[in-house]
């Protein structure tokens, strides 16, 4: 569902849901059920979530200016996950 705007000349704007693509191009005014236009408004991005939005813009944000480093990160003083056992089956792998 996308939220539309109208506009009355009456009774000023209102918003009308419909599905995305579905919207008329006049909705009956709630006020005076006269023919309203449609006003063609940005986007509701203000309702968005403040960490969605960051991630969006930062992500949108390396395409043009990547961060470039210049060698890669230290490896840790010690590893933190203990090695995997060895795999039994490979014990069963022919020796050369
Ligand atoms: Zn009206």
Excluded: K, Q
Aim: contains cysteine.
């Amino acid at each position: 569902m996308a939220t539309y705007r109208y506009r009355c000349g009456s009774h000023g704007s209102f918003d009308l849901s419909a599905p995305i693509g579905t919207a008329p191009g006049t909705a009956p005014c709630p006020g005076c059920a006269r023919p309203s236009t449609r006003e063609y408004t940005a986007p509701m991005l203000g309702l968005a979530p403040r960490a969605a939005v960051a991630l969006l813009d930062r992500t949108a944000a390396t395409a043009e200016t990547p961060a470039v480093v210049s060698a890669p990160p230290p490896r840790p003083a010690h590893r933190r996950t203990p090695l995997a056992p060895p795999n039994p089956a490979l014990r069963r792998l022919p020796r050369p």
